[in-house]
């Protein structure tokens, strides 16, 4: 007999969102969150607040995959707003943006990210997580996507980087960033 969650085809992965309905000792529990950890026995989801549950895997009795969280349109976010977000990333120049969920379509997602936390280093820049935001200064597609893995799991949904060097600007329209 399989479980739940082996009937989430193909095999749930570690780095997934998901959904999951559980039976635990302290009664029914609910997660929606990134798995963490997955063995014979247990799994284990940690939510946007940061919150780990451990759930025993003989104990689920529903699940899904979830795709990351759609965000608000950020081409419509005030300009002082970006702005201000740069400024505490210590990032400058022409801002780009784009929702996380539409940059991450079809990726698949790492087994593991940076620590929680609001700044975290990705391809030798820094990015800093606030908010539903993620801001790089002058990153690279590459970059980007690695932050918004990293900072999805804590509720960002759109990402900003900062540059004006053209070459940079180039690669970060072809991956779908606008500029505001």
Not at 43 to 67: E, F, I, N, Q, S
Not at 143 to 153: D, F, K, M, P, V
Not at 157 to 180: E, H
């Amino acid at each position: 007999m399989t479980d739940a969650v082996d009937r989430l085809l193909p095999g749930l992965r570690v780095g997934e969102r998901v959904s999951l309905l559980a039976v635990t000792d302290a009664g029914p529990a609910e997660a929606l969150g990134f798995v963490t950890e997955l063995d014979a026995d247990a799994l284990a989801v940690v939510d946007r607040h940061g919150t780990t549950h451990r759930l025993p895997r003989a104990g689920v009795r529903a699940g899904k995959r979830m795709a990351v969280a759609l965000g608000r349109n950020p081409l419509t976010t005030p300009r002082r707003v970006l702005d201000d977000l740069a400024a505490r990333a210590g990032a400058s120049g022409t801002p780009y943006v784009v929702r996380i969920s539409d940059l991450l379509a079809g990726l698949e997602p790492p087994a593991a990210v940076p620590p929680w936390g609001q700044v975290a280093a990705f391809g030798g820049v820094e990015a800093r997580f606030e908010g539903e935001w993620v801001t790089l200064p002058a990153a690279g597609p590459d970059a980007a996507r690695a932050a918004a893995w990293w900072a999805t799991r804590m509720g960002a949904r759109s990402v900003q980087v900062r540059t004006d060097d053209p070459k940079v600007a180039a690669r970060l329209v072809d991956a779908g960033f606008r500029t505001p």
